[in-house]
């Protein structure tokens, strides 16, 4: 089995958006992110970290705008309206999820669509199915481009995607199908579920149970790219495969830490550099 290294990837293309960065410094141009915080849920100032760590180390502004949990959603929604007019910030997210006082898709919505750098604004998602310019989800994006890396080719490939989200699951069936893979979402719903992951070439789990996919739900030889980030009975960071279980079956597959996180950080400042750049030309 090959380790698709999410970790050794995203270092080896932090050295080509370094370029990008200097080039847009010479024209005046520091590209830059913010990021609305809501609270202080351990693994969402994990993930807010590690993303400011790697805008520093690339040399773009990185802001953090951090709520307590008890914050209003008018208060967000001004913050937000702010980011939307402020000609220095190229892009923002707002960390999900949210408190559950807060109506999530009202914020998401109030995002700027050309600042929206999770492409999580519906014109954004609509565009990405219709194959118009859009800004792309970060964690499905960074899939693909770790793929891409490791030439693992899309084409006429049989694809299963087990999780529906629209942050995850929904987005990377997109993607792929405009790459032409025959994809098949499925969900806690779908009947057979290990005889239907076994006919994918490519297993894409995102469903936020600890190991939950073994060996019987893979076929010999497939891709198995693991979206989770759950915890095990020794409160140890892992994903939704057991990898121990799946690393004789699977070809190649992606670790948790160390796959699909820092492939989803290096796709978000890819992003946001695409966005400098326009600024850069506008
Ligand atoms: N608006 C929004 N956009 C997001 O992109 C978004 C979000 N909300 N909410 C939560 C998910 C999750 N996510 C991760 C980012 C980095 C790692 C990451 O750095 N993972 C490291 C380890 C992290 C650790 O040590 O806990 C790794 O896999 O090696 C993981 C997950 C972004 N998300």
């Not at 693994?43 to 209003?72: P, T, W």
């Not at 990405?128 to 899309?154: N, Q, R, S």
Request: net charge negative; aromatic share 4%; with cysteine.
């Amino acid at each position: 089995m090959k380790l698709l290294d999410g970790k050794k990837v995203a270092g080896a293309l932090d050295e080509k958006m370094t370029l990008r960065v200097e080039d847009l410094k010479k024209k005046g141009i520091t590209p830059s992110i913010a990021v609305i915080l809501v609270g202080d849920s351990g693994a969402s100032s994990v993930y807010v970290r590690n993303k400011r760590r790697r805008a520093e180390k690339l040399g773009m502004d990185f802001q953090l705008i951090h709520y307590k949990d008890d914050v209003s959603e008018n208060e967000l929604l001004a913050k937000i309206d702010e980011l939307n007019n402020d000609k220095t910030v190229d892009g923002f997210i707002v960390q999900l999820p949210l408190p559950k006082s807060i109506n999530e898709e009202r914020v998401i919505q109030a995002i700027d669509s050309k600042k929206d750098v999770d492409g999580f604004a519906p014109d954004n998602v609509g565009n990405l199915w219709i194959g118009e310019p859009h800004t792309k989800p970060a964690t499905a994006a960074g899939i693909l481009m770790m793929l891409d890396y490791y030439d693992v080719d899309l084409d006429g490939k049989n694809v299963v995607i087990i999780g529906r989200s629209n942050i995850v699951g929904k987005p990377v069936a997109a993607m792929m199908l405009a790459r032409n893979a025959t994809v098949t979402i499925a969900h806690s719903h779908t009947k057979n579920l290990k005889e239907l992951a076994k006919t994918a070439d490519i297993l894409v789990v995102a469903i936020g149970q600890a190991k939950f996919v073994t060996k019987d739900y893979v076929k010999d030889g497939a891709v198995v790219v693991d979206v989770g980030m759950d915890r095990d009975e020794n409160d140890k960071l892992c994903g939704d495969v057991d990898f121990a279980d799946v690393e004789n079956t699977a070809s190649m597959m992606t670790p948790v830490p160390g796959g699909v996180g820092p492939m989803t950080i290096t796709a978000l400042m890819d992003q946001v550099l695409e966005l400098a750049e326009a600024r850069a030309n506008a």
